[in-house]
């Protein structure tokens, strides 16, 4: 299995960035996906998952309003709109796919999910 991130990069508070996750090995739809991220410092932070058939979605509470998750299925990509950045969401941001129903994936660590990509870096200048 393999997932790959792409789409971070430097942007102003306020702006926007769409990141993109390509998956391949592994049948897409059957596999929830989920965004986390990891700050400097930090622990690495769930922020929005989504489940196979896309009915299901979850967001982090800082997220909410900002943040859209989304998958396309016949592209077995997941991508995360990110608007109205703000300095805190600097980070370096991962996607992750597991089997497991999506409500034991945002109410479990992060470090349980079965698959992790390499991550992109978000930075959110002031």
């Known amino acids: 299995v393999q997932l790959q991130a792409s789409g971070g990069g430097l942007v102003q508070a306020g702006g926007s960035l769409r990141l993109s996750c390509a998956a391949s090995g592994l049948t897409f739809s059957s596999y929830s996906m989920g965004w986390y991220r990891r700050a400097s410092g930090k622990e690495r932070d769930f922020v929005a998952a989504?489940?196979?058939?896309?009915?299901?979605?979850y967001y982090e509470d800082s997220v909410k309003g900002r943040f859209t998750i989304s998958r396309d299925n016949a592209k077995n990509t997941v991508h995360l709109q990110m608007n109205n950045l703000k300095p805190e969401d600097t980070a370096v941001y991962y996607c992750?796919?597991?089997?497991?129903?999506?409500?034991?994936?945002?109410?479990?660590?992060?470090?349980?999910?079965?698959?992790w990509g390499e991550g992109t870096l978000v930075t959110v200048s002031s």
């Open positions: 992750a796919a597991d089997y497991r129903p999506l409500i034991v994936i945002v109410t479990t660590t992060p470090d349980d999910m079965h698959y």
């Open positions: 989504i489940s196979g058939d896309a009915e299901s979605i």
